[in-house]
């Protein structure tokens, strides 16, 4: 098994004029960890609010209008943007998990939450008292990455050992049936498997497939019904860190960024790479079958 991959980065998201930045660059335990807000128009930064542990994820709900913020302090946190400056008044909730929070995901009013020990809850935003669902993750190992379906009825997870989960929402025998799981992100070296963590997974907003990225420096696009892989980007200087398509799924942003997954060790610089997305590598192909349908 590879190690448990620990970066301190920043993750944001983009609010109308304001960009939030969750702030993880802080060591665990020593100072809380800060959200800032900045203002586009004149730079102005303030303090959101703050966590107790780094943050290690932030969502924007254009639904509920509020920023959630997931922690390592075991806690997922609303925030009103709106309100004014300070965290009396921008807190909304601040909502227990089992463990340390990794991964958010938003869908319309649901909020899927992926923590250590493998547990995943959903939450519907509306009612934020108790989780929806308590689930299990249905991969053997830690969750790196969880992303909500675009049409809304589950979810994709993956994990440090090359594999991704296709879930669903709806707790029917006949949508449970559909769920499944797929390997990747791993190679064959002279006998020996070697497996790769998938640290992220992007849908594209028109066609609904999807790319993931490993620590092998590969992102990869699939096409999820029909279990086939569309397109392998040529590898990118070290591991893929984070992923994200454009609103209008034209350009995909994706951070070449070593995750620490084998200890400290030279390794190349932090880059972005923003490229302009074919519809050949992210259109599904329609299915080709043996002989014409008449
Ligand atoms: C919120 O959800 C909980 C549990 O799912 C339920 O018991 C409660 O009645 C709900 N509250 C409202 C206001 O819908
Ligand atoms: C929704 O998207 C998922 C993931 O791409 C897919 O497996 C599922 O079939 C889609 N469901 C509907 C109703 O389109």
Redesign the pocket.
């Known amino acids: 098994m590879t190690r448990v991959p620990i970066h301190y980065e920043e993750s944001s998201c983009t609010v109308g004029l304001y960009s939030i930045v969750a702030s993880m660059m802080i060591p665990l335990g020593l100072v809380p960890a800060l959200i800032i807000r900045i203002v586009f128009s004149h730079g102005k930064e303030d303090i959101l609010g703050r966590h107790d542990a780094p943050v290690r994820c932030i969502e924007y709900s254009y639904a509920a209008g509020q920023v959630i913020t997931g922690s390592w302090d075991k806690t997922l946190k609303c925030w009103d943007p709106r309100g004014a400056s300070g965290q009396e008044r921008t807190l909304v909730g601040t909502y227990p998990q089992p463990e340390r929070v990794y991964s958010l995901s938003l869908v319309g009013n649901r909020l899927v939450v992926a923590t250590a020990g493998r547990q995943v809850n959903v939450y519907d935003l509306r009612n934020m008292s108790q989780p929806e669902q308590r689930r299990e993750s249905s991969l053997k190992y830690q969750t790196r990455c969880v992303r909500c379906?675009?049409?809304g009825?589950?979810y994709?997870l993956s994990s440090v050992e090359g594999r991704v989960a296709?879930e669903f929402f709806d707790l029917s025998e006949a949508s449970q049936a559909?769920k499944y799981a797929f390997k990747c992100h791993r190679k064959s070296e002279a006998g020996r498997d070697i497996v790769y963590p998938v640290n992220a997974i992007a849908?594209h907003p028109v066609y609904?497939?999807?790319a993931t990225g490993g620590c092998d420096g590969f992102v990869n696009v699939w096409d999820?019904?029909n279990k086939k892989r569309l397109y392998q980007y040529s590898k990118y200087p070290t591991s893929i860190a984070a992923l994200s398509f454009s609103r209008d799924g034209r350009l995909l942003a994706v951070a070449s960024s070593y995750t620490f997954e084998e200890g400290e060790k030279p390794h190349e610089p932090d880059a972005i790479f923003v490229r302009s997305v074919n519809e050949i590598e992210v259109k599904p192909k329609p299915k080709v079958y043996p002989n014409p349908p008449a």
């Open positions: 379906y675009p049409n009825t589950g994709a296709m559909k849908f609904g497939t999807f999820g019904n």
